[in-house]
Structures are given as structure tokens and as C-alpha cells.
């Protein structure tokens, strides 16, 4: 067991450190694909509308983006009924090699179907698109009351490796290892992302959020990373948070933090905190961001399909979803403009969707929006 | 002379208070106990004098042994785990650890020499104090011992890095049965087990099967299962679902300090670890108890979560009249809002803190 584990360590890092300095410069987002968007003048990007809610809500996303000209052209790409033996899941090959080819994507909520002998579909697309970071913009919206209100804050979470490596065995009856593997690697990657964020979106602070007090060898090497890539941003301010007393300043007072970076394990816990300080993950926008650029936007609710069909979904999440994908493009005055329209649509109160307390329908609020563009 | 006397007999007077059903004690139990005290580091030696003098004011009959510890220091010094051998009971504050300094925590190290296999913390609302929740009364009953702190990490080849989490039946399941018997004991209706077996199926699903075997033995119980990123969200939105949590060693940490910092503050929850022959109480939830230097210049450290934790280790020993008499005045002085340290919002020092819980003993 030990030398498999072993071995698969040794294969990522050795394939990863000869390619690190090629893919460091295709890491963030290039250049070459905004001058495409100049020349051709549209970007086209993968949609997954998804099950359940998720065709509805796409609908939505679709109809805002005409009203507000976005030059998005849209490739649908659907989950099939059938495992397909090149990926090993319901996603077709040729679903993957669209996000590939286009740099974007958004997700609408997909249902795993049960069963065994195919992957997650969420894992397939994590594992073969090599989404490293998880990044959950947490902002309060006006209109919609929860018990705080000036939440706006970037989660920022390692999404390959740490506590979910899935590397588990029983040693003897009755115990049970479980292996936590943290990479150099893996973490001056989502390190670099995270101040990049930052950095292009004006953020003034980075917060490492660690255990290193008791995981010193795990966590240690994790905030070894942050630190040296905190010392070629010195505009940024650079601070490190154990994860309890985190905890503890989220719910007592959210303002104190900006962008936040984290392990998997801690990272999940803590952006899912953060979504249920907004109002929840009906509201929660998120995007993947892979190697090359890649960016793929998703909603985290469930599919809801007691809902399905019956116009009463509540879009928001999708539609903030697709804001952060097209800040990741660049675009950002159409993504300030359909933001703007979204948070005024909900605090003005006359159009909002049953889960925020209101009565309109899908339809109406989307009409509502593109009044408001 | 005599206000010192009458403000607190006129408070007696006119606030409800009645006298407690008599607790018949067994012959000499009033012989003073003998409690190792542990100041620690940062905070601690305020904190933990602050108790020192409410027990004087109590005319408590507990005898402290004060001894030196610091986080800095390579071991916890024979002496000490002798004296808490002796006596069986032990106060203390915060004991910092070095963050990445190859230096294990003495927090843990001490947990793990005395078997204190259990850590609770009681967060609930204070009243007088407004905090965003409303009706937050959580138990959070946390494996102490093993899971990710066991401390077994290695570097396979340079630039990775690999931690152990351990996780054995035995440990599972003699914290399922303390968290379901404090439940019964303590009239606690519901117990709810967090983990994340979607994701560590083998790890936290033996935790989880130690749960509900335990649970099978206490039908009056209601018992559920929730997934920890799930629970913190609820957490923070509808705190009044929970009642008892059980949970594994790191995901106690997490959700014991939220719970917390929904309820008041870290510095207002009492908590110990207690184990079976054992038991050391101490600031319930860990963020914030050895504190920043600038709380310990200007001593504006809140002692309360400590003074509430010596009230649980008084009723521990079996004083429960005076374990009332300092819960009474810590509630009345946290009602009233006058003195009411940073973290809370106010400006007061660790002894306007003290002076006015003693006053207002009866």
C-alpha cells in the first residue's frame, strides 16, 4: 500500500515539476483569448444546463445575456444516458473537449445519477479539466435580509488534494487511516492564483487560513507557499489565520476578512460558512478555474426537481455564477452592469422568487432583470 | 461599610432568586480539595487569577497548587501531571503553541498523557447580551485524542508532504457513549453526529457506525447525522436545530468555535476535558485563549468562559451551592451590562470584570 501510494505521489510531482515553468505562463487567463473576442467579436463558451432546475435557470442566463449584448455564443452540451468508456461517466468526451477548446464554461446543478461503475460527474470534470482552485465570491445582497450584512468576501480553496485525496485502508479491524497529502506544488498554484485574484480585482488583502499549530509538517508547507508568493505581491497585505479563531471572526464579524485561501478540507467548510452567512447556496455563486486558464462557472444548489418545470426556481446563483465567469474573461462592464441589475432587482422587493420570501416566477424575474439592464 | 453589605441583600431581595433543593452531602465532603492551577500563557495568568479571587470571595473550600507551564517549553514538566495525577482535578489558561515551530502543542500533548478523551464546550445565549442568534443552546462534545491530530506527518520526497488521520473504533465509540450519556443525564433531547463520509468513507464512516450503534441504546434520544460543511452553514442560519454535537477530533474544533462565536463569543463558553479518571477544565472553545499582547498590557481579558468553566469544575467536586452562587453572579453581572470587556464591546478591565461578579455573590 505504501509504495502505491508512493509511487502515484511520485508520477503527479514528477510530471508537474517538468511542465511547471511551460504552465506558468499558460496558468492564468492569456491574453490570445481577448483578442479573439476583438477579432471575432464573440467569445463562445460550454453550457451545461444540467438536470432538474438547471434548463430553467439556463433559459434565464441565456435570455440576460442577449439583453445585455454580452458577445457570449453559447455551445449546450447536455449529460447523456449512457456511460461513456472514454471518461468513464455520463459526460461524453466531447463535452470535455468543448470546455477544453473554449476556455469557459458554465454548470448548471447536476444530479449524479446512483450507481456504481462510473465516476461522480463532478469529480470527471475536476479530474480531467485539472480544476485546482474553487473561488466563492461571498457579498451580502441588499434587499435580501440575513442576519449580517456587510459580508463581501473571496473564498479561495484547493480543490485536488489535501484531506480529500481519497486515500484511505484499515490497518486492523476497528482502525482506520486516512492520508492528508499536501503538495508544493498544488499549493504555490492555488497561492498564485489567489493573489492574482487580488491583485486584478483590487483586493487588499489575502488571509492564509491553516492548522499549522498541530499539522506542522501538512500546514507548515502550505503556508511556506503562500508566504514566498506573498513576497512578490508586497502591495497586498499578507496574513495568516488559524482556522478555529477564523471561525470564530466569520460569525462574529465577517467585515474583517477579503480574500481568503485554504487547503480542501478547511476551504470547504469555510466557503460554505461564508454561503450561509448570505443567505445560502441558493444565492452562491462559484467557478472552477483550471490549468490554461480554464474557467468553468457553476451553481452549487442542488437540482431541486420537486421544482423542475413548474417556473418557480430562483436563477441568482446561476446568473452570479455567470458574472464571475465573465469577470474571468475580462468583461468587466457587462459583468458590473447584469450584477447591478441582479442586486436591484432583489433589494427593490417587487420581483423576487419564493425562496427569497417573494412570489414572482422565473420568467417574471428574468423579465424584471433585463428591465433593469 | 455597611452599602458594601446592603446593595447585594437588597438585590437578594428583589431579584427571584430561590434557595436550591437542599443537596444532602455525605459526612467530611466539606474537607477543601485540592485543584492544580495552570496560568499559561498570554491571558492565562490573568484569567486564572481572576478565579483565584472569586474563590477567595466564595470562601470556596478548594485549595489551588499553582504551577509553571509554557507553550515553549519541550514537555509538560513531570511535577505537573503528577500533582494533576494526585488530585484529580485541574483549572488552567491557554498554553500558546508556536505556529510551525516543530514544537508539538502541550495543549494536545497533555490531553493525550491524561486520556481526556472527551472536550466540551456549552455554547449558549447569554441573557443581556445581544448577539445576532437568538436560542442557541449547543453541547459540543469533541474526540480529544486522535483523528488529524494524531501527529503523524512525514515527507515523502521533498515537496510533499503527508499527514495521518487516524481513526479507531475504540476512541469512536466511547465518545458516542459519553456524548448520549451526558445527553440522558443532562435532559438533552437530541444528539447529532457530524462528519464527512461522502468524502472519507472509511475514516468517518467508522465514526459514524460507533454513533449509531451507541444510538440504538438510547431509544428516548433522538439521533441524526450531518455533513460538516453542511452543519456550519445551518449553524450559522438556524442554530436553534442543534442541541448536542458529537463530533470527530478536527471538525470539533470547527464547529465548537463557530458555535461559539454565534452564541456571545469565545470568551464567554464554558468547557472542559474530562476523561476517565481525570478532568481539566479550561476556556471551552480554543480561538482566543491565550489572547493577543495587546489584551494582556492593557488587561482587558475576559474571564468569564473561565469563571463559568470553575462553576462546571465546582459541581464537578460536588459543591453545587457555590457552583449556583458564581453561575448567579456571572449571569447577573452579564445582564446587567456595565462591565463588559472588548471582545464584548465594552471597555472594562479583567477586574472591573472581577470586582463586580463578587459583589454581586450572595
Excluded at chain 1, 219 to 233: N, Q, S
Excluded at chain 2, 50 to 63: E, M, N
Excluded at chain 2, 131 to 138: A, E, F, K, N, Y
Excluded at chain 2, 264 to 288: C, K, R
Aim: net charge neutral.
Amino acid at each position: 500500500m505504501a509504495s502505491q501510494i508512493v509511487r502515484r505521489v511520485l508520477a503527479r510531482s514528477s510530471n508537474h515539476n517538468s511542465s511547471l515553468t511551460r504552465s506558468l505562463d499558460r496558468f492564468f487567463f492569456s491574453s490570445s483569448t481577448t483578442a479573439a473576442a476583438a477579432t471575432n467579436g464573440s467569445i463562445t463558451a460550454t453550457l451545461f444546463p444540467g438536470d432538474g432546475i438547471g434548463p430553467e435557470i439556463a433559459e434565464s442566463v441565456k435570455l440576460v445575456f442577449k439583453s445585455a449584448e454580452v458577445p457570449i455564443e453559447w455551445e449546450e452540451h447536455y449529460v447523456g444516458t449512457e456511460i461513456d468508456p472514454r471518461t468513464q461517466s455520463f459526460l461524453t468526451w466531447e463535452s470535455l473537449e468543448s470546455v477544453r477548446r473554449n476556455r469557459v464554461g458554465l454548470k448548471g446543478p447536476m444530479a449524479t445519477p446512483i450507481g456504481k461503475g462510473h465516476r461522480s460527474l463532478n469529480l470527471t470534470l475536476r479530474k480531467e479539466l485539472n480544476l485546482y482552485a474553487n473561488v466563492r465570491p461571498c457579498y451580502s445582497l441588499p434587499g435580501y435580509k440575513t442576519r449580517y450584512d456587510d459580508v463581501d468576501l473571496i473564498t479561495i480553496r484547493e480543490n485536488t488534494e489535501g484531506e480529500y485525496s481519497g486515500l484511505e485502508h484499515q490497518v486492523v479491524r476497528g482502525v482506520v487511516e486516512s492520508l492528508k497529502i499536501i503538495t508544493r506544488q498544488a499549493s504555490l498554484r492555488v497561492a498564485e492564483y489567489a493573489f492574482h485574484y487580488a491583485k486584478t480585482h483590487g483586493r487588499e488583502r489575502v488571509s492564509a487560513i491553516h492548522k499549522a499549530n498541530i499539522m506542522q509538517k501538512t500546514d507548515g508547507l502550505f503556508l511556506k507557499c503562500c508566504r514566498e508568493v506573498a513576497e512578490k505581491y508586497p502591495e497586498i497585505t499578507y496574513e495568516e489565520v488559524i482556522i478555529d479563531n477564523c471561525c470564530m471572526m466569520l460569525v462574529k464579524n465577517p467585515a474583517l476578512f477579503d480574500v481568503l485561501v485554504m487547503p480542501n478540507l478547511y476551504g470547504d467548510i469555510i466557503s460554505d460558512l461564508c454561503a450561509g452567512l448570505i443567505g445560502g447556496l441558493g444565492l452562491t455563486p462559484s467557478c472552477n478555474i483550471g490549468e490554461g486558464g480554464i474557467a468553468l462557472a457553476e451553481a452549487v444548489h442542488g437540482s431541486a426537481p420537486d421544482i423542475a418545470g413548474k417556473n418557480m426556481a430562483n436563477p441568482t446563483a446561476l446568473l452570479l455564477s455567470a458574472v464571475t465567469m465573465l469577470r474571468h474573461l475580462e468583461l468587466h462592464d457587462k459583468a458590473d452592469q447584469i450584477q447591478n441589475a441582479i442586486l436591484t432587482t432583489i433589494a427593490e422587493g417587487k420581483y423576487r422568487t419564493i425562496d427569497i420570501g417573494g412570489s414572482s416566477s422565473t420568467s417574471d424575474f428574468t423579465k424584471a432583470l433585463c428591465d433593469h439592464l | 461599610m455597611y452599602r458594601r453589605r446592603l446593595l447585594p441583600l437588597l438585590r437578594h431581595h428583589l431579584t427571584q432568586h430561590y434557595r436550591s433543593i437542599t443537596y444532602m452531602p455525605r459526612p467530611a465532603s466539606a474537607t477543601p480539595r485540592h485543584v492544580t492551577l495552570i496560568p499559561g500563557d498570554g491571558i492565562g495568568p490573568l484569567v486564572t487569577s481572576a478565579v483565584v479571587s472569586v474563590f477567595s470571595a466564595l470562601h470556596a473550600p478548594i485549595i489551588f497548587e499553582p504551577y509553571e507551564v509554557h507553550g515553549t517549553m519541550p514537555s509538560v514538566p513531570r511535577d505537573v501531571i503528577e500533582s494533576i495525577r494526585r488530585n484529580k482535578v485541574c483549572i488552567k489558561g491557554g498554553l500558546s503553541t508556536p505556529v510551525g515551530g516543530g514544537v508539538s502543542s502541550l495543549n494536545v500533548a497533555m490531553r493525550k498523557e491524561l486520556d481526556l478523551f472527551a472536550s466540551l464546550v456549552h455554547c449558549r445565549n447569554m441573557e443581556g447580551l445581544t448577539t445576532r442568534h437568538r436560542g442557541v443552546d449547543i453541547v459540543v462534545v469533541r474526540e480529544n485524542t486522535e483523528g488529524e491530530y494524531a501527529g503523524l506527518e512525514h515527507e515523502v520526497v521533498p515537496g510533499v508532504v503527508e499527514s495521518l488521520k487516524v481513526i479507531t473504533k475504540f476512541c469512536s465509540e466511547r465518545i458516542a457513549k459519553y456524548a448520549f450519556e451526558y445527553a440522558y443525564l443532562n435532559n438533552r433531547k437530541k444528539v447529532t453526529a457530524v462528519h464527512k463520509a461522502n468524502i472519507m468513507k472509511l475514516a468517518d464512516g467508522l465514526f459514524l457506525e460507533s454513533c449509531r450503534e451507541v444510538a440504538q441504546n438510547y431509544p428516548g434520544i433522538e439521533y441524526n447525522e450531518i455533513i460538516v460543511d453542511n452543519c456550519c452553514m445551518q449553524l450559522v442560519s438556524k442554530p436553534e436545530q442543534f442541541d448536542v454535537m458529537v463530533t470527530p477530533n478536527l471538525y470539533g474544533n470547527l464547529v465548537a468555535n463557530t458555535a461559539a462565536g454565534i452564541a456571545g463569543g469565545t470568551g464567554l463558553m464554558p468547557g472542559g476535558n474530562v476523561g476517565p479518571d481525570y478532568a481539566i477544565f479550561e476556556q471551552g472553545a480554543s480561538a482566543g485563549n491565550v489572547g493577543n499582547e495587546k489584551i494582556v498590557e492593557q488587561k482587558k481579558a475576559n474571564p468569564v468562559a473561565l469563571l463559568l468553566s470553575s462553576a462546571m469544575m465546582l459541581r464537578h467536586l460536588q459543591f453545587p451551592s457555590f457552583a449556583d452562587r458564581l453561575k448567579t453572579a456571572v449571569q447577573r453581572v452579564i445582564k446587567e451590562g456595565k462591565h463588559y470587556t472588548k471582545d464584548l464591546g465594552g471597555d472594562s478591565t479583567t477586574q472591573d470584570v472581577v470586582d463586580a461578579v463578587i459583589a454581586n455573590l450572595d
